[in-house]
């Protein structure tokens, strides 16, 4: 089972992942592709990852933009799944 992680520890971790953001209890980013295709390839990808990782993204697509919101519903906040995930869907954007 994964922890929350404090505020600090939150902080001290967002350097790993460039181009995310903090909001409250949840890392935040949104990433623009080309067009639809893209971004929904994108997003067929970052799935497959979270299934097996068995940490699921809150996410929305609008044409070529997928933003996307992680936090750790079993912690009540953020955990370092969160920041696992944040680094795998930067690197398959």
């Not at 970052?46 to 992680?70: I, Q």
Request: proline share 2%.
């Amino acid at each position: 089972m994964t922890s929350r992680l404090s505020g600090d520890e939150a902080h001290e971790r967002l350097a790993g992942v460039p181009g995310w953001e903090l909001e409250g209890e949840a890392l935040v980013r949104t990433f623009t592709f080309d067009d639809f295709a893209r971004a929904f390839g994108f997003m067929a990808s970052a799935a497959v990852v979270a299934e097996k990782m068995n940490h699921h993204p809150e996410w929305s697509n609008v044409y070529n933009r997928v933003t996307v919101r992680l936090s750790t519903h079993d912690v009540g906040g953020l955990s370092e799944l969160d920041f696992q995930l944040a680094a795998r869907m930067s690197d398959l954007a």
